[in-house]
């Protein structure tokens, strides 16, 4: 029995040993996908830089055409501000307002049910009263005139 004991736990050890090596080369592998799509989107998103960058410097020669250079440089500042709060402003999740006047700056709790934060949980029903607590004893119960 001891002798069937050691097989079993042999066989545990390599069967353990060749899980760990399948699954560490598949971690290898999708780490290395990822990596070179970061490596993509972040070349990407610096060559977008530098073009915003060359665009905000023409609109601003443009406006200097007729213009102080300080005023086109300031109007092109006021441009770029006013399209950063707007793009902000789009890559926020949009709430639905309601009527309802206790809504609070027009922003309205999701619905019953709905999920929470994007989480996929729900939110439970808010019951309309507070539970009722049992009394234990009367006036002369346990906790009272301690």
């Known amino acids: 029995m001891d002798h069937l004991e050691h097989l079993d736990k042999h066989l545990v050890d390599e069967l353990a ?18 990596r070179r799509t970061a490596v993509l989107y972040a070349s990407s998103g610096a060559l977008a830089l530098y073009a915003g960058a060359a665009v905000s410097l023409a609109v601003g020669l443009a406006f200097a055409l007729v213009l102080p250079d300080w005023a086109a440089a300031l109007i092109t500042a006021a441009i770029l501000g006013v399209l950063a709060y707007v793009l902000r ?15 609070g700056a027009g922003l309205a709790a999701p619905p019953v049910g709905t999920p929470a934060g994007g989480l996929g949980m729900s939110v439970p029903p808010m019951p309309s009263t507070p539970p009722e607590v049992p009394r234990q004893g009367g006036p002369d119960g346990p906790h009272h005139g301690a």
């Open 17 to 34: 040993q060749v899980a760990r090596e399948t699954i560490r080369e598949e971690v290898r592998e999708q780490t290395r996908k990822q």
């Open 89 to 103: 402003g789009a890559a926020r999740p949009h709430r639905r307002t309601s009527g309802h006047p206790d809504a």
